[in-house]
């Protein structure tokens, strides 16, 4: 058997194994991408503080969206999808797939909606709607109103949302 070194201080992988290894190696970086995306400081993933937009203008109306059509937007093109969504406020309306803490204590939901299971669409919350996600649950229909902030490996990120 052909044996080769992956990395330096890795275990050593076998030469028609790599597979597994990529797998391993990848999913350890999507997960150190994804809590870090979580972070939830008031600003989004690309560090724009929530305020200054157009869209955000009191009075302005809200333009409605599906999980679906955040999830397809980041599928299809992310450089547009971050053109219309980053930033930008809007209404979102759908179904809780799992309510979650990140690693800092900020609430975030996913819906129902993802191109894979991968690329649920995931909704932090603001301080204030803690105790509101804390009696939500996994399988109702829930509206949000949410600010935009990109996508980490193609699962659409929204933050600081109220419910509507």
């Known amino acids: 058997m052909t044996?080769?070194?992956?990395?330096?201080?890795?275990?050593?992988?076998?030469a028609g194994?790599?597979?597994?290894?990529?797998?391993?190696?990848?999913?350890?970086?999507?997960?150190?991408?994804?809590?870090?995306?979580l972070k939830g400081n008031g600003t989004g993933a690309s560090g724009h503080a929530a305020g200054g937009s157009s869209s955000r203008t009191p009075g302005a109306p809200l333009i409605s969206f599906t999980p679906s059509d955040l999830a397809l937007a980041y599928s299809a093109n992310s450089v547009a999808a971050d053109e219309t969504f980053k930033g930008q406020r809007y209404r979102v309306s759908g179904t809780i797939d799992s309510i979650n803490s990140n690693l800092w204590g900020t609430p975030y939901i996913t819906m129902k909606g993802g191109v894979n299971m991968f690329s649920e669409p995931q909704f932090s919350f603001a301080d204030t709607e803690k105790s509101h996600v804390a009696k939500l649950q996994k399988g109702s229909l829930t509206t949000l109103i949410c600010i935009g902030s990109g996508d980490v490996v193609k699962a659409p990120m929204s933050n600081d949302c109220v419910f509507d």
């Open 3 to 14: 044996v080769c070194y992956a990395f330096r201080n890795l275990p050593l992988v076998a």
């Open 17 to 37: 194994d790599h597979g597994s290894f990529i797998k391993v190696a990848a999913f350890i970086v999507l997960g150190s991408v994804v809590l870090g995306g």
